[in-house]
């Protein structure tokens, strides 16, 4: 493992050339427009819709102020930031369902160099990458955390250690899809624990996940994690999902 800070180059050459090669006996499509050539064409990521600087600095949902949302009055989050590359929209909701769905790990590659755009535009000082863990049945039935795909690639440009051992998810919870913010907590509420607190005493981490909703999965973790000895917690998602009309005004 190279020195924190250090990109690990050996990783990310023999990751990136096995897709190339990959690529060139079987040449893929856009998973977007179907261009010939390409994984996800330039064209249509530049399609992609971020989410933009007025934002609430806490949970990073738009705000056309940019003053922290009233949710965050209420119920301030433990995690220190959350911040998103995009809008979970066409075309990037187009990529985060194929690497969900079609375990496309070259499309993985692609997905962590928006996160890791996301990341020099914050700043962000960390020590060490963990991804949001599937729940066992889950992990069993799909056979892969779709969300490693890219935070394991990202971990290496950033020259982090990454340990997707660390947290762990420890029970089924429903689907989170129709419940509200509050709902979604108490869904995901214990559902989570740390197998080795000391790889997190005083680490300033980085939680990864594809979509970020209500941020109550990403509250939680953290504070399983600040609770297990971590310094602190900055989450970055690929996806910011659109709950509300008040989400969707103009930047």
């Known amino acids: 493992m190279p020195e924190p800070g250090v990109i690990d180059r050996a990783a990310l050459t023999v990751n990136h050339w096995f897709w190339q090669a ?6 893929p499509v856009c998973i977007s427009c179907g261009k010939p050539g390409e994984r996800w064409c330039l064209s249509c990521r530049a399609q992609v819709e971020r989410v933009g600087v007025k934002i609430c600095p806490k949970c990073g949902k738009r705000n056309i102020k940019g003053m922290l949302c009233q949710e965050c009055k209420n119920r301030n989050p433990v995690y220190t930031a959350l911040r998103s590359y995009g809008l979970y ?13 079609h375990r496309d790990l070259g499309l993985g590659e692609i997905l962590a160099y928006l996160l890791r ?6 700043g962000w000082q960390l020590d060490l990458v963990i991804p949001v863990p599937l729940s066992p049945a889950k992990l069993r039935e799909r056979g892969y955390n779709q969300v490693e795909l890219f935070a394991r690639p990202l971990a290496w440009t950033l020259g982090l250690p990454y340990h997707d051992q660390i947290l762990q998810r420890t029970r089924e919870d429903t689907s989170q899809v129709k419940l509200t913010a ?14 080795d607190p000391r790889v997190l005493r005083g680490k300033r981490v980085l939680l990864v996940d594809d979509v970020a909703t209500t941020g109550s999965t990403a509250e939680v973790c953290a504070g399983v994690m600040l609770n297990g000895g971590a310094d602190s917690i900055f989450v970055a998602t690929l996806a910011r999902s659109l709950l509300r009309k008040s989400d969707q005004e103009v930047i």
């Open 22 to 27: 990959v690529d060139w006996v079987y040449p």
């Open 89 to 101: 929209k066409d075309p990037l909701r187009q990529a985060i369902l194929h690497a969900k769905y």
């Open 117 to 122: 755009q996301l990341l020099e535009e914050q």
């Open 182 to 195: 509050e709902a979604r907590r108490m869904n995901v509420m214990k559902a989570f624990e740390v197998s």
